[in-house]
């Protein structure tokens, strides 16, 4: 659904299957790359006309004959939308989210804006593709329809355990769902249209009282409510280099294939909604009733529900697949910490994934998986990464001004103009269903991300980075072994310490004298050639005492090393049946010291 997604939505599966950026797996074809990158842009139809009619029946059932004309301007809009990325394919065939158009044509400031919309998309893209999945299982298996947010969140975990093991997608894997789900759409707008079967009464009744006069407000409600229905329109710019040769042809190709797929599911399912005066009700998505009003409640019925909820469940996990990537990037700008940069020993995001998971769980329980108190936060973020691509796309036409280009201009201008007008209706109409959060939330993740870059220019700055040091040199060194009882784990360690500096002293702590004394003379009938100093701690810290005399010997001619002798059981479940004062010490001294600290590991065998 938003820009970044599409960043590479699809590529990182590319790179995890091939181990590199090569032409290999690069075979998209036009139904590869609608399987897999428009499975969000394509489940959209699942929850778009939904939105639009939930805001027109506060108006009565009457106002239900609106419909049509708000999903045809709607319609429109994907339309320019579809046409003007094409003409982003052609100028960006390295694929690129609205953070990298942004940061390329426009500037800092308008790269962190498309990069915070896009996270808050990815978020909501989760939540709302498995908040819906769960509402289609709840139509099919009325007994799920009390539980959706148990639903959504088993939903939540087995996405996030598949994609913590780095498990690729498949575009032939994804064929079949999407395959099922367009059939089983255009079969409901057929049989629909011509022949519409009895038993279409599903779910449970409710009543509309007439809370709300049919007026300009409404109906731009019910316009930036049904907007959700052409989010994710640009991953497939976003994804070209996934593509077969000529990539750019082929991506182009596949656009406008997922733009007349969508222009023909949401003006035809606008009609039938209107023709049959189909009305929210109560355990049932309107997707499902318009299925049992075309198909009953039979296999088909089933068939058609069942897809439509692996399709919105394969759209959340695309999230999985471009968040963690847009926030290495933006971790790569020095704009997010450094961690989310890293890879686990499989080649995934690891880090990423959880933060996703969390927010994404957080977000669910906090509206109860309830799909119409999620769709108010949801094309703002959407939208804003839609304007940023299109401005980013006109500077770059008038910048370079190839040929043609002030047609393309023209083009991406005129969407840029709308999708910025549409982000205006929402803000203004939904601000107080809950858009103010995401208007808090996107100045807030801008302020996060300069902060952030602000703290690691500090850093280069103390680090000279770019600057070339002064030459290294050669100082006294002093190590440090903290000690208890003689034993093998002594030995070891102040074996070691002799290997690594030219003086090396132990150090042990006693409550009182006559712990000192027994400390001593067991330490001289070993004689290791090794003093040690004996401290005295009533409270026989060896950390505090470690410290006391680290911070006693400091000297600027001098290098101090604390090597921290360790104990490391066969099974990690022994290690609470040792204490923890050796990773206690290490904490404490890298905290108040500004001496070189190694840790001796000791291993403990079966």
Same mark, same amino acid.
């Given at each position: ?8 939505r699809y590529e990182p599966n590319v790179r995890r299957r091939a181990g590199k ?240 797929? &969508? ?92 933060? &996703? ?35 980013? &796309? ?146 026989r810290s060896l950390i505090q005492t470690v410290l006391r005399y680290v911070k ?23 290690e609470i049946l040792h204490n923890q004062r050796g990773r206690l010490l290490e ?20």
């Amino acid at each position: 659904m938003a820009s970044p997604r599409t960043i590479t939505r699809y590529e990182p599966n590319v790179r995890r299957r091939a181990g590199k950026h090569t032409d290999e797996g690069h075979d998209l074809g036009v139904p590869g790359g609608l399987a897999a990158l428009s499975l969000d842009a394509l489940s959209s139809v699942a929850y778009g006309p939904e939105a639009a009619i939930v805001v027109l029946v506060a108006a009565g059932t009457g106002a239900i004959s609106w419909m049509v004309p708000v999903m045809v301007v709607i319609t429109t809009i994907l339309v320019i939308l579809i046409f003007s990325y094409t003409q982003v394919i052609a100028a960006h065939p390295e694929g690129g989210g609205a953070y990298a158009v942004g940061k390329a044509n426009l500037g800092r400031w308008p790269a962190m804006l498309g990069a915070a919309s896009l996270v808050v998309d990815y978020v909501l893209t989760v939540a709302v593709s498995l908040a819906v999945g769960a509402a289609s299982l709840g139509s099919v298996f009325p007994s799920l329809s009390h539980h959706l947010l148990l639903v959504a969140l088993i939903g939540l975990v087995l996405l996030t355990t598949v994609n913590m093991f780095g498990i690729a997608e498949s575009a032939k894997l994804l064929m079949l769902p999407a395959a099922v789900f367009v059939i089983s759409i255009f079969g409901v707008l057929i049989v629909g249209a011509f022949h519409p079967h009895p038993v279409a009464v599903i779910g449970t009744a409710e009543t509309f009282p007439h809370t709300s006069a049919l007026n300009l407000i409404l109906i731009l409600k019910a316009f930036s409510n049904g907007c959700t229905a052409i989010t994710g329109v640009e991953a497939i710019a976003n994804g070209v280099p996934a593509f077969r040769q000529p990539r750019v042809r082929t991506a182009q190709r596949t656009e406008l294939s997922l733009g007349a797929l &969508l222009a023909v599911m949401l003006v035809g399912l606008a009609i039938l909604i209107k023709a049959h005066g189909v009305v929210p009700r109560g355990g049932v998505t309107i997707l499902a009733q318009v299925t049992a009003g075309a198909f009953g409640k039979g296999a088909a019925f089933y068939v058609a529900n069942l897809a439509t909820a692996l399709v919105l469940g394969l759209a959340a996990n695309t999230s999985f697949g471009g968040l963690p990537v847009l926030m290495s990037l933006l971790a790569k700008d020095h704009r997010l910490p450094h961690l989310f940069y890293l890879r686990a020993e499989r080649p995934v995001y690891r880090y990423a994934i959880v933060v &996703l998971a969390m927010l994404s769980a957080l977000l669910l329980v906090a509206v109860k998986a309830q799909t119409q108190r999620l769709i108010p936060l949801f094309t703002i973020g959407v939208f804003i990464g839609f304007t940023i691509s299109q401005v980013g &796309l006109v500077r770059y036409w008038v910048t370079d001004r190839p040929p043609g280009w002030p047609a393309r201009a023209a083009l991406n201008g005129l969407g840029a103009t709308l999708t910025a007008l549409a982000v205006v209706v929402a803000v203004l109409t939904k601000f107080l269903a809950g858009a103010w959060t995401v208007a808090i939330a996107i100045p807030a993740l801008i302020l996060l991300f300069s902060r952030i870059e602000g703290y690691y220019a500090g850093v280069a700055k103390e680090l000279k980075l770019g600057k070339t040091p002064p030459h290294p040199t050669k100082r006294a060194s002093i190590v440090v072994v903290p000690a208890s009882t003689v034993n093998m784990l002594t030995e070891q360690a102040i074996s070691a310490a002799l290997s690594l500096g030219e003086t090396v002293v132990a150090v042990a702590v006693g409550g009182d004298e006559d712990d000192c004394a027994s400390i001593k003379h067991a330490w001289d009938d070993w004689d290791p050639g090794v003093a040690i100093e004996v401290l005295i701690d009533p409270h026989r810290s060896l950390i505090q005492t470690v410290l006391r005399y680290v911070k006693l010997i400091q000297d600027e001619d001098a290098t101090i090393m604390v090597l921290i002798p360790e104990i490391i059981p066969a099974k990690r479940r022994h290690e609470i049946l040792h204490n923890q004062r050796g990773r206690l010490l290490e904490s404490v001294l890298k905290g108040r010291t500004d001496v070189v600290i190694a840790v001796l590991p000791f291993h403990i065998h079966d």
